[in-house]
């Protein structure tokens, strides 16, 4: 259902760098101040941007990108994964919700929250 989610960054490239190497994906598109990068332009991708009105990138509190992991493990891989990479630990990976959903949350290089998640 989702083609797409965006996300201000403050340096273009290491946003790129980051999420290309964290999702083992490439850009798809990029048009100078925004690429969007995914595995298969037909699939969902992230976007990452210079903000268009040129104002510092900011996240929005209360926001969040949750992205599966594809099992509790997988989850696990993604968080230990963006932690190498640059990202900080928001919620070390766990079961939530009366262990029906396993979640382990980071934040990116520019303070976006991320969520690596499972449902069993």
């Known amino acids: 259902m989702i083609g797409y989610t965006t996300i201000g960054v403050s340096d273009l490239a290491a946003a790129k760098k ?20 995914g595995k298969d332009i037909s699939e969902p991708k992230i976007a990452v941007c210079e903000p268009f009105d040129g104002n510092p990138p900011s996240c929005g509190n209360g926001s969040m990108i949750a992205f599966p992991g594809g099992s509790r493990e997988g989850a696990d891989a ?4 963006a932690i190498a990479l640059g990202a900080t630990d928001d919620g070390a990976p766990g079961p939530r919700i009366e262990d029906v959903f396993y979640g382990a949350y980071v934040r990116d290089p520019d303070g976006n929250k991320l969520c690596f998640f499972d449902f069993s």
């Open 78 to 81: 993604l968080y230990h994964k």
């Open 18 to 37: 980051f999420y290309s190497e964290l999702f083992d994906a490439k850009v798809l598109v990029d048009v100078g101040r925004l690429a969007m990068i």
